[in-house]
């Protein structure tokens, strides 16, 4: 089954740049789990996003996230486990986990 690992962080953390050491960390973490890995990217920050709504058949765009929180939407992976234990125990595994949290939503599947 698949699984989305969502990684939320203050990206404030990351102002003046990333740690070359965590960035490490992480490298190593896709090294360990690149057969499970589907997918995952980090993502720019929040000042970059735009949220879009329909309202009344009409796009509201505006800058910014959804909500203002403590912690952001950094990064995800998407990767293939075998039950949602297996995934929150490579999730407690990613760099970021130490500093933020790790939601771990599995994949819906249509069939």
Known sequence: MQ???LIYEDE????KG???AEMAEYGAFG????PAIKGGNAL????TAKTVRVRNGKPLTSDGPFAETKEQLGGFYLIEANSADEAASIAAKIPGARFGSIEV???MVFS
């Open 31 to 34: 090294q360990q789990f690149a």
């Open 3 to 5: 699984y989305l690992l």
């Open 18 to 20: 990333y740690d070359k």
């Open 12 to 15: 404030k953390r990351f102002a």
């Open 105 to 107: 939503r599995p994949i």
């Open 44 to 47: 720019q920050p929040t000042a």
